[in-house]
């Protein structure tokens, strides 16, 4: 079975800066290639004048919505964050219960702030 791999927004614009390591992970790993539409809202939101290279990337990938069945994952996450007295970034939920619905790993930069989220079942890749 092929791994199933989400770009998070750090990943896909460190792609679109033409970043060797991430290039480099992304040519040697078998893998269908997703993200998410918070991916997609994060990135397209400071895209400047790379736009053509985002456009051309967002076309490679395929695009996970945040849908009803992410969004109650999202809702039972944030209560169970909530109820411990944490806070985690609304957007980073969202992100991380897409994920965790149609069952992706999530390749990212940014760890510390989804390391908290890996007990509700997100595949963070190390």
């Known amino acids: 079975m092929v791994r199933q791999i989400c770009l998070d927004s750090d990943a896909l ?3 679109v800066l033409n970043d060797e390591k991430t ?3 992304i040519e040697q790993t078998e ?3 997703h993200t998410t ?3 997609i809202f994060e990135i397209w939101s ?3 004048e790379k736009k053509q290279n985002i456009e051309n990337l967002m076309n490679g990938l395929k695009k996970q919505e ?3 069945i992410a969004a109650l ?5 944030r209560r169970r964050v909530k109820e411990k007295g944490e806070f985690i970034e609304i957007r980073d939920i969202f992100i991380a219960s897409t994920c965790i619905v149609n069952e992706l790993e999530l390749f990212t930069y940014n760890k510390k702030h989804f ?3 890996k007990p509700f079942g997100l595949k963070l890749i190390e």
């Open 66 to 68: 945040f849908d009803e």
């Open 37 to 39: 539409t918070i991916n």
């Open 46 to 48: 400071e895209r400047n």
């Open 31 to 33: 893998a269908e290639w």
């Open 13 to 15: 614009i460190e792609l």
């Open 23 to 25: 290039k480099e992970f």
């Open 115 to 117: 390391e908290r989220l």
């Open 73 to 77: 994952k999202a809702g039972e996450i």
